[in-house]
């Protein structure tokens, strides 16, 4: 399974960008998938998963609320909607998938990783 991530982009504060994650594939269905983020000097987070089916979401406290993620199976892309930026939001932001389907939140639980793509938000 390789992962592309794209959507990313300067933006200003109380602005929304959508992230996709478009997956090579059709087993990708079957995973977990993830957003995760990492700031210059900082670890890469967790930030949202969704189940296969995507009936179970969860996110970090710092943007439940904000951030919504979706995932289209029929389309092998899965989605990362912000909302609210802040400028602590401003990271690389990473699209991941779980092959074991768990419902993880650290970066061990993933097996598969996209390449990134750049939010920065603006004050």
């Known amino acids: 399974v390789q992962l592309q991530a794209s959507g990313g982009g300067l933006v200003q504060a109380g602005g929304s960008l959508r992230l996709s994650c478009a997956a090579s594939?059709?087993?990708?269905?079957?995973?977990?998938a993830g957003w995760f983020r990492q700031a210059p000097g900082k670890e890469r987070e967790f930030v949202a998963g969704?189940?296969?089916?995507?009936?179970?979401?969860y996110y970090a406290d710092s943007v439940k609320g904000r951030f919504t993620i979706s995932r289209d199976n029929a389309q092998n892309t899965v989605y990362l909607q912000m909302n609210s930026l802040k400028p602590e939001d401003t990271a690389v932001y990473y699209c991941?998938?779980?092959?074991?389907?768990?419902?993880?939140?650290?970066?061990?639980?993933?097996?598969?990783w996209g390449q990134g793509t750049l939010v920065t938000v603006s004050s």
């Open positions: 991941a998938g779980d092959r074991y389907s768990r419902l993880g939140r650290t970066t061990n639980n993933y097996d598969y």
């Open positions: 594939g059709r087993t990708f269905s079957s995973y977990t």
């Open positions: 969704i189940s296969y089916s995507g009936s179970t979401r």
